[in-house]
Nanobody, 115 residues
Framework: QVQLVESGGGLVQPGESLRLSCAASGFTFSRSPMSWYRQTPGKERELVAT???????YYADSLKGRFTISRDNAKNTVYLQMNSLKPEDTAVYYC?????????WGQGTQVTVSS
């Protein structure tokens, strides 16, 4: 079955960086668009970035320049490099895989940006 396991979240101070990882299994990773979403309490889950199988990338406008999504098809892993973190980046970050017409989610990893 499809499994997505996020890691790399934690508590950081404003201006610092974090790299999230999402290890995928149970499907042909190289053929699937992979995305990162985030969610804060009381708000809808929002798309952060998507990396497509051939390497094209989409970013939410508000996050361009600070966040970088990448994938390693040999390791079945997608990454989210987050730089210059701000308190408003505090959220649970979720990995998402599109497999055929279905979407799968990881359990999420908490990122807290606070001084």
């Amino acid at each position: 079955q499809v499994q997505l396991v996020e890691s790399g979240g934690g508590l950081v101070q404003p201006g610092e960086s974090l790299r999230l990882s999402c290890a995928a299994s149970g499907f042909t990773f190289s053929r699937s668009p992979m995305s990162w979403y985030r969610q804060t309490p009381g708000k809808e889950r929002e798309l952060v970035a998507t990396v497509y199988p051939r390497g094209s990338i989409y970013y939410a406008d508000s996050l361009k320049g600070r966040f970088t999504i990448s994938r390693d098809n040999a390791k079945n892993t997608v990454y989210l490099q987050m730089n210059s973190l701000k308190p408003e980046d505090t959220a649970v970050y979720y990995c998402n895989a599109q497999v055929a017409q279905l979407y799968y989610w990881g359990q999420g990893t908490q990122v807290t940006v606070s001084s």
